[in-house]
């Protein structure tokens, strides 16, 4: 990292994850002049090494913005596994099912590691000739007449017209900025296991709902996969502690019989944490990503809303730059909130429909969520419908 006091930019991304370096890559190619500041680059792709622990269901819309910045053929190049249906259950008897067939497509989405697409995109940022200053966190940022002073961990200062906070859910940028956050914590948490398959998953995503939480499967590469496991937080410790052989044990016990036989590899887990800011943006300054939003990771929605965000922010800044206008001004970074706002609110309450709806154990509660998938099993156009938007269609 270099130590340039008083440097300038035009916008500064503080965090370089999968939603910052996206958005760095598009404000890039429309000519802005960028600067990325992260506390540690991704590691470099290695095909030998199992898959990363955290895995993102990348939707169609999400996969288009990608092709776009030109980092899609990176992926490709690394690893993506493409699910051509999804399928979610309670009952046996009342199975919802997606397919991509339905909407002319040839894949729903792609799963793909998390490092490998911050990996791609780092790789499109320095074609793009992106100012990296990595390891580098901001200790301090302060309102200028134009724009904000930040002061970086080392004593180092630079100058911008915009800071885009993509620096994740406990964002530093926004608490410095003093912009609060609604939200709760859920009942659950949720565990991540990578597992060897003793046959190959398939090119289908399930999750299928229990009185403790749901249970889900990411089909991966070869006879990879990444099983999702919902349930109370004190279950969770407990399955955490747990050496892999005990592990396996438990998920032939509780995952649903069509998982066969798996090994588990690696495990990981984490709280589940609805927030949402107050605000996305003050003069000169907007959030994007987990920074402004956190949701239920029930359908895996939360890394395609953040790529949501940053396809309306790179078109706000670019048709009010194209027009003359002052872009990093207010009134222009409004109309980014107002088109994402809503969109991420229904995001998070359908999700929070679905959580409390089949979390809750009550008898008539059970069969009227059954008889609801039932029915949008054969609901024709409006399951198309809720697919496209779930998608970003």
């Not at 199992?50 to 999400?62: N, T, V």
């Not at 998920?251 to 066969?260: A, K, N, Y």
């Not at 959030?287 to 940053?310: C, E, K, M, S």
């Not at 872009?327 to 409004?334: F, I, K, M, T």
Request: hydrophobic share 45%.
């Amino acid at each position: 990292m270099t130590n340039n006091q008083h440097a300038a930019t035009e916008v500064t991304l503080v965090g370089g994850g999968m939603v910052g370096a996206a958005l760095a890559c598009g404000l890039a190619l429309q000519g802005f002049e960028v600067t990325v500041i992260e506390t540690e680059a991704p590691p470099d792709f290695d095909r030998a090494q199992p898959p990363d622990l955290r895995i993102s269901a990348i939707g169609a819309a999400s996969v288009d913005l990608l092709r776009e910045l030109d980092a899609w053929q990176s992926v490709l190049a690394m690893r993506a596994f493409p699910y051509t249906r999804l399928e979610t259950w309670e009952w046996q008897s009342a199975h919802l099912a997606f397919d991509a067939q339905s909407l002319g497509l040839p894949a729903l989405g792609y799963m793909v590691e998390n490092n490998v697409l911050q990996r791609a995109l780092w790789q499109r940022m320095t074609q793009l000739k992106v100012r990296v200053i990595s390891p580098a966190s901001v200790a301090m940022l302060a309102r200028l007449e134009q724009g904000w002073m930040l002061t970086l961990d080392d004593g180092s200062q630079l100058q911008t017209q915009l800071v885009v906070a993509a620096d994740g859910a406990n964002s530093r940028v926004r608490q410095l900025a003093g912009i609060g956050i609604q939200g709760w914590q859920y009942a659950q948490s949720c565990m991540l296991i990578s597992v060897r398959c003793e046959q190959p998953p398939g090119m289908a995503t399930w999750q299928q709902f229990t009185p403790q939480g749901p249970r889900a499967l990411l089909p991966l590469f070869d006879n990879w996969a990444s099983l999702v496991w919902y349930d109370a937080p004190a279950r969770i410790r407990q399955l955490q502690a747990m050496s892999m052989a005990q592990l396996e044990k438990e998920i032939q016990r509780e995952f649903p019989d069509r998982l066969g036989k798996v090994t588990p590899l690696a495990a990981g887990s984490f709280p589940l944490v609805r927030r949402h800011a107050k605000r996305y943006v003050l003069p000169g300054l907007a959030l994007v990503g987990d920074a402004a939003h956190t949701i239920n990771p029930l359908a895996g929605q939360g890394v395609n809303l953040g790529y949501r965000d940053v396809n309306a922010l790179i078109d706000v800044l670019s048709n009010a730059r194209n027009s003359g206008q002052a872009w990093s001004s207010d009134a222009v970074l409004q109309r980014y909130e107002r088109r994402r706002r809503y969109d991420n609110l229904l995001m998070q309450s359908s999700m929070d429909l679905f959580y409390l709806a089949f979390s809750n154990r009550s008898g008539p509660l059970r069969i009227a969520r059954n008889l609801g998938l039932l029915a949008a099993e054969h609901s024709g156009v409006l399951k198309r419908q809720a697919l496209k938007y779930a998608l970003g269609l």
